[in-house]
């Protein structure tokens, strides 16, 4: 059987949902990830850019957690992806942008006296229609872009990451299932 290969997104750590079973806060998540993986005939690998993001959370476990996954960037010079993709994204961002100056012109019509509070409304709203379910940093297109070159399934609990790799026909898993897959394979090996 060949070696199941991974892309692990920061979320799987990050993300309370996710990182649930493998334990309450970043930086034992990775101690109950590393506890798994390195008992399995199995390949995990990070974009160094997530790798650096991940290692704001988990401080001196980063250390660890580089012995028992793999750094690696994209080839984003020999990936090729359809036009279609970024005809879809650039649609989406358009009918994003409009919907958040929308918001804005609400909010500049708005004469109540509270700012604070309705600059924060504002804020989450905002952030809310431009960034949720689409991919917004070059980190998330690098855990795609891996995902795809090296054939691997990648896991994450970012939704804007997902629907892009299922545009583009990665295999996904959600990160919180991905310690039931581990257990998994964990008992196949034996």
């Known amino acids: 059987m060949p070696t199941a290969r991974f892309v692990i997104d920061t979320s799987l750590f990050v ?5 649930g079973k493998f334990g309450k806060d970043p930086p034992s998540a990775v101690t109950g ?10 390949q995990f690998f990070i974009p160094p850019s997530v790798f650096n993001e991940l ?3 988990i401080g001196a476990k980063s250390d660890e957690l580089a012995l028992h996954v793999k750094k690696r960037a994209p080839n984003t010079f020999a990936l090729h992806l359809p036009a279609a993709v970024f005809y879809d994204f650039i649609d989406d961002v358009r009918s994003r942008v409009n919907k958040g100056l929308r918001l804005a012109e ?9 700012n604070d509070a309705k600059l924060a409304k504002l804020r989450d709203k905002y952030r809310e229609s431009m960034r949720t ?3 917004d940093s070059k980190e998330d297109l690098e ?9 691997a399934t990648l896991v994450t609990s970012d939704e ?10 990665c295999e996904c898993l959600e990160g919180d299932k991905f ?10 090996k034996k």
């Open 133 to 135: 379910g689409i991919i």
């Open 160 to 169: 804007g990451v997902i629907k892009f790799a299922n545009k583009i026909g």
């Open 33 to 42: 990830f590393i506890r798994m993986a390195r008992r399995l005939d199995a």
């Open 15 to 19: 993300n309370p949902y996710a990182r």
């Open 179 to 188: 310690h039931a897959l581990l257990k998994t394979l964990g008992k196949k």
């Open 106 to 114: 609400e909010f500049a019509k708005d004469n109540h006296p509270d």
């Open 143 to 151: 855990l795609v872009l891996l995902a795809k070159e090296l054939e």
């Open 55 to 57: 290692k704001n959370f």
